[in-house]
Nanobody, 128 residues
């Protein structure tokens, strides 16, 4: 499994960024995916996840501002981030979790401990 994030950068408060994650080395439809972030001195937290059938879940802090999406054919995961705030500053990570035979196609998790495969991260800094 290989996950490569891109799209991070410096943006002013209220601005937008779109993160991408290129996935390879596995059958994308057998996995659910997530975006996580980790700020200095803080634990890694789940921002959003997307199930195999496209069902999504979001952290309350980003609900209505961030949108997770995936292109199964291109094996690409995206995170559109709008109305960014200074507290969104963090390293953002893409992660993948293989579904068990008992996991529904509509299920995904935002728990860090549920994911085994991680990208290297892309930095997002929101500052004026």
């Amino acid at each position: 499994v290989e996950l490569v994030e891109s799209g991070g950068g410096l943006v002013q408060p209220g601005g937008s960024l779109r993160l991408s994650c290129a996935a390879s080395g596995f059958h994308y439809g057998d996995y659910y995916m997530g975006w996580f972030r980790q700020a200095p001195g803080k634990e890694r937290e789940g921002v959003a996840c997307i199930a195999a059938d496209g069902t999504t879940k979001y952290a309350e802090s980003v609900q209505g501002r961030f949108t997770i999406s995936q292109d199964n054919a291109a094996k690409t995961l995206s995170l559109q981030m709008n109305n960014l705030k200074p507290e969104d500053t963090a390293m953002y990570y893409c992660a993948a979790r293989r579904r068990s035979p008992y996991t529904s196609v509509w299920y995904c998790s935002r728990r860090t401990s549920d994911f085994n495969d991680w990208g290297q991260g892309t930095q997002v800094t929101v500052s004026s």
